[in-house]
């Protein structure tokens, strides 16, 4: 199984500030790595891709960077509606695994 | 538009069985794997078990295998669990979700249905 860790668990900031979220793969992924972003009692949206396409209708101020087993996504000035819980999500392999999350609060 | 609706969820006794569902609209169905992904209270996300188009494919986590079913009803635009021999561990907001085409990514998601294990 394909291991996901995701740093810092969770990420304290300030609106307009940028914020660097990692995510570190237990073997390589290529570019089969995505983000989700999920605020509470909803349901998590699809942010980016194979690791660098931004989903449709995601802000440009979000942008993933990565390949093999290190990824990144940033989030160059964040709005208020930006705080929420990130998990990083890989389809390279079976089982499907997610990273644990990283909480951007303020 | 892209529709996901789940139900079936409840509260359920260890060693029980559930039934979900979610109907989908707003795609054509069968161009697409779905899946099911869950979250236990306060947890992050685990991929359960996901169906391919129309060839029967199935795929499950360890943490289910030989107890939870997906199958689906391409007729009515239908994704089905089969919840068995349910664990206290089990407990967890359940979401349906559709893979990007190419066995993508989980492109669009249910609002999600709770299922309760508990004596």
């Known amino acids: 199984e394909i291991v996901l860790t995701q740093s810092p668990a969770t990420l304290s900031l300030s609106p307009g500030e940028r914020a660097t979220l990692s995510c570190r793969a237990s073997q390589s992924l290529g570019n089969y790595l995505a983000w989700y972003q999920q605020k509470p009692g909803q349901a998590p949206r699809l942010f980016i891709y194979d690791a660098s396409n931004r989903a449709t209708g995601i802000p440009a101020r979000f942008s993933g960077s990565g390949s093999g087993t290190d990824f990144t996504l940033t989030i160059s000035s964040l709005e208020p509606e930006d705080f929420a819980v990130y998990y990083c999500?890989?389809?390279?392999?079976?089982?499907?695994?997610f990273g644990g999350g990283t909480k951007v609060e303020i | 538009e892209v529709q996901l609706l789940e139900s079936g969820g409840g509260l359920v006794q260890p060693g029980g069985s559930l039934r979900l569902s979610c109907t989908a609209s707003?795609?054509?169905?069968?161009?697409?794997?779905m899946a099911w992904v869950r979250q236990a209270p306060g947890k992050g996300l685990e991929w359960v078990s996901a169906?391919?188009?129309?060839?029967?494919?199935?795929f499950y986590a360890d943490s289910v295998k030989g107890r939870f079913t997906i199958s689906r009803d391409n007729s009515r635009n239908i994704l089905y669990l089969q919840l068995n021999s349910l664990k206290v561990e089990d407990t967890a907001v359940y979401y349906c979700?559709?893979?990007?085409?190419?066995?993508?990514?989980?492109?669009?998601w249910g609002q999600g249905t709770l299922v309760t294990v508990s004596s």
């Open positions: 707003g795609f054509t169905f069968t161009n697409y794997v």
């Open positions: 169906i391919a188009e129309t060839d029967g494919r199935l």
């Open positions: 999500q890989q389809r390279r392999d079976w089982p499907l695994t």
């Open positions: 979700t559709r893979r990007a085409q190419g066995w993508g990514f989980f492109d669009s």
